[in-house]
């Protein structure tokens, strides 16, 4: 297990990055500030859909008496395909603060989102208690986020679901993993979305999943840390919410 950093900078330490390839730039801007450097580690790739039946499902969501977005690229996808600025009259609501932003730099004016950035967060929020015959637009990917689904269903409301992009697995190379290995700094693992290490993990070999083992895990939820402590990580500290500075602010001493 690697020690804390001695000042409050992280100068000498390797942060993983899982984000989807293409994403890492906002968390590699957040390492960079504090010192750090970034290893990219993507366990997929985001594709968009472009369909007819998408186009539906997401008019159809966003005509529903709660609007929910599940990431920043919910957003980006779903105003590839219609503008969200003159959409329904519901309430729209964000998983997080990066995911609200976005929504308002697509044109929605009103955003409504958790302090606690996750499901559970977004589920305890007043506009989101729901009843019987409401109606909940879900503007999200396949996988993840099943408690939201499952909270709408059993409450006897109705999900209106849009995949409006999906993730779609990557393999870790053989190149990547031997360049992990050489990485001799102390490892953080700021952990946004349990899927992306599970994917990960499952591709590594013995010796690389060992070391990762050694990570300082900087967990955005309470769900997210018991899931590396399944996994078999020790050094695991829970950070505010899921935003890149966040994160790593996690990891300065205590």
């Known amino acids: 297990m690697h020690t804390a950093p001695a000042a409050p900078q992280l100068a000498g330490y390797y942060v993983i990055s899982l984000r989807p390839r293409g994403g890492h730039a906002p968390l590699r801007r957040a390492a960079a500030r504090l010192g750090a450097r970034l290893f990219a580690l993507s366990p997929w790739r985001i594709a968009r859909h472009d369909d007819p039946a998408t186009r539906a499902a997401l008019r159809a969501a966003t005509m529903a008496d709660r609007v929910v977005f599940t990431s920043p690229a919910a957003v980006a996808a779903a105003a590839r395909l219609q503008p969200l600025a003159t959409a329904g009259a519901g309430t729209w609501l964000a998983v997080g603060s990066g995911t609200a932003q976005a929504l308002r730099r697509a044109g929605v004016d009103t955003v409504v989102a958790p302090t606690r950035m996750d499901s559970e967060g977004l589920l305890a929020l007043p506009a989101m208690q729901l009843a019987p015959g409401d109606s909940v637009g879900l503007v999200t990917a396949p996988g993840g986020r099943g408690h939201i689904a499952a909270a709408v269903a059993a ?100």
């Not at 053989?174 to 693992?189: E, K, Q, S, Y």
């Not at 900087?218 to 994160?247: N, T, V």
């Open 155 to 254: 409450v006897g409301a109705t999900l209106r679901r849009a995949d409006v992009y999906a993730r779609v697995p990557v393999a870790v190379s053989d190149a990547r993993v031997a360049a992990l290995l050489r990485c001799d700094g102390p490892w953080l693992l700021p952990l946004s979305s349990g899927e992306a290490l599970q994917c990960v993990d499952d591709q590594l070999p013995d010796a690389a999943r060992a070391r990762l083992r050694g990570a300082r895990v900087l967990a955005a939820s309470d769900r997210l840390a018991a899931l590396a402590r399944e996994l078999g990580f020790s050094d695991i500290r829970r950070a505010a919410d899921a935003r890149p500075a966040s994160l790593l602010a996690a990891a300065r001493p205590r």
